[in-house]
């Protein structure tokens, strides 16, 4: 009887351990892909962090069994008017919300350093502009299948390849 019980004790240990490790992984993939993106922005201009924030989202894929994209863009808050959000992040000194209207961006709330609150939405009235993002695809074993825009993905591809970021058999980058 003492023996199952230390047996139970372990295997709970062991899955416990196994689910963390799983955890960190994935919050350390999500940083990794925001930090390489705000240096991939900044080498391109640098992007005020006074006067800008990062929005990051997550959502099933439509399109591809078993899958889910991530999308993460910059934003002026002037821009912002009745975006869903609850908390408010800090990474690498930007100001991050998560798009909590997306049905799978509760995988990113332990990802970031939460922060105080701040109220980002002060659009006065509507505003529709284009923005640059990163619009990437994952697999059920968080493998990247697809990266938009399309003639960047090679680029963005190779600088998430070096914050060691894996992409599946299936991607295509051609």
Known sequence: MKNCFLLVFLLLLISSCKNNIYSQKKNSLYQN??????NYRNSEA???KKDNILI???STSQNVENAYWLDVWFVNPKLLQ???Y???YEIEGYKLIIDESLDKSDILKH??????????NLATKLIDYDSKNWYIVFNSKNEVIRISPQQKSKEI?????????????EFDDN
Do not use: P, W
């Open 33 to 38: 892909i925001v930090k390489a993106f705000i």
């Open 46 to 48: 640098e992007i005020s």
């Open 56 to 58: 990051i989202g997550a």
């Open 82 to 84: 009745n975006f869903k």
């Open 86 to 88: 609850s908390k408010v």
């Open 111 to 120: 990802s970031f350093q939460e922060t105080k609150y701040e109220d980002f």
């Open 157 to 169: 591809k190779e600088i998430l390849l070096k914050k060691g970021v894996k992409f599946s058999q």
